[in-house]
């Protein structure tokens, strides 16, 4: 099956400081990479997705970057606020199948 | 739009009972629908997958005496935690992916405790 790994673990950028957070996956059947934000006794949300046929994918501040043949996507938050504070999940997997998740990124924005 | 919620948001039960939760999808119909499980500081451990109409597929490890789930309609699924013990206090989450969506939107979680 799938194994995803993520890195670091946990991260403390100052505010306005840009924070990168990496994952490998080990399938390459897998096609599609979303990234899930989750405040403290919350629900996971989508914040930023990519499929495997697309490189680099942008929105606002934040960022996803995919390289199929290392296997690994990366997640690019730039000008860092407070709010941007809370636990990143990435995961991989086929869209019509189950989504494997990573171990999680706790991100600490310092004002 | 692609909103899923859960009800309750917290329980406390006494050790024996049975404790169901609900995941509704409000605005899109749900084909598949994921639950998982969260302990504090750790990732998603997903218990069992559900499509509409017939029987959730559980993960390795996963009772499926104890932990029942029903995916009667397109917009809801359940999730019942029989004879709940405190070990089976946690974070459960569900998630529910459309026809036409690719990805799962996820549910605010219920905070399950036994006492």
């Known amino acids: 099956g799938e194994n995803v790994e993520q890195h670091p673990s946990t991260l403390s950028v100052q505010e306005g400081d840009s924070a990168v957070i990496k994952c490998t996956y080990s399938?390459?059947?897998?096609?599609?990479f979303p990234w899930y934000k989750q405040e403290l006794g919350k629900g996971p949300q989508l914040i930023i997705d990519?499929?495997?046929?697309?490189g680099e994918k942008k929105d606002q501040r934040i960022a996803v970057t995919l390289n199929k043949t290392a296997k690994h996507f990366s997640l690019h938050i730039t000008e860092t606020q407070p709010e941007d504070s809370a636990v990143y999940f990435c995961?991989?997997?086929?869209?019509?199948?189950?989504?494997?998740f990573g171990t999680g990124t706790s991100l600490t924005v310092i004002p | 739009g692609a909103v899923v919620s859960q009800h309750p948001s917290w329980v406390i039960c006494k050790s024996g009972t049975s404790v169901k939760i609900e995941c509704r999808s409000l605005?899109?119909?749900?084909?598949?629908m994921f639950w998982y499980r969260q302990f504090p500081k750790q990732s998603l451990m997903l218990m069992a997958t559900?499509?509409?109409?017939?029987?959730?597929?559980?993960e390795q490890g996963v009772e499926k005496d104890k932990f029942l789930i029903n995916h009667a309609s397109l917009t809801l699924s359940t999730l019942t935690v029989t004879s709940a013990h405190p070990e089976d206090s946690s974070f459960y989450i569900c998630?529910?992916?459309?026809?036409?969506?690719?990805?799962?939107?996820f549910g605010p979680g219920t905070r399950l405790t036994v006492l």
């Open positions: 559900s499509n509409e109409g017939s029987k959730a597929t559980y």
């Open positions: 998630s529910a992916r459309g026809r036409d969506l690719d990805t799962q939107y």
């Open positions: 995961a991989a997997g086929d869209t019509g199948n189950q989504f494997y």
């Open positions: 399938d390459s059947a897998s096609n599609y």
């Open positions: 605005d899109f119909q749900a084909t598949t």
């Open positions: 990519i499929r495997s046929n697309v």
